[in-house]
């Protein structure tokens, strides 16, 4: 049974950080594409950052360029999502996400197979 598991959200200062970390099990998915989206209330799910197999190439949503990294530990079966000069439109639960047969730069939502449930992360003004 694949399992995808969030953690790192919460309250933060707009200027602030957080890591958020995403821990999968069930299979091995050191070949799998893996992203993060973001979804606010009454809002599309979205593409925030998403990453190949081995690290080699990363893609960001234009909003979060500049601003967050995504990285992957493919030991542990785990990608990471460093937000820094977090502001308050980045609000929204942060999904992670993974799939083994999309190429570098998916960004649509529904071409992922595995999803997380999900973590809260909220900026405060």
């Known amino acids: 049974q694949v399992q995808m598991v969030e953690s790192g959200g919460g309250l933060v200062q707009a200027g602030g950080s957080l890591r958020l970390s995403c821990a999968a099990s069930?299979?091995?998915?050191?070949?799998?594409?893996m992203a993060w989206f973001r979804q606010a209330p009454e809002t599309e799910r979205e593409l925030v950052a998403g990453?190949?197999?081995?690290?080699?190439?990363?893609w960001y949503a234009d909003s979060v360029k500049g601003r967050f990294t995504i990285s992957r530990d493919n030991a542990k079966n785990t990608v990471f999502l460093q937000m820094n000069s977090l502001k308050p439109e980045d609000t929204a639960v942060y999904y992670c996400?993974?799939?083994?047969?999309?190429?570098?730069?998916?960004?649509?939502?529904?071409?992922?197979?595995?999803w997380g449930q999900g973590t809260q992360v909220t900026v405060s003004s």
């Open positions: 069930g299979r091995t998915f050191s070949s799998y594409v």
């Open positions: 990453i190949d197999w081995n690290g080699g190439s990363s």
């Open positions: 996400a993974a799939d083994a047969t999309l190429v570098a730069g998916s960004r649509r939502f529904n071409s992922y197979e595995y």
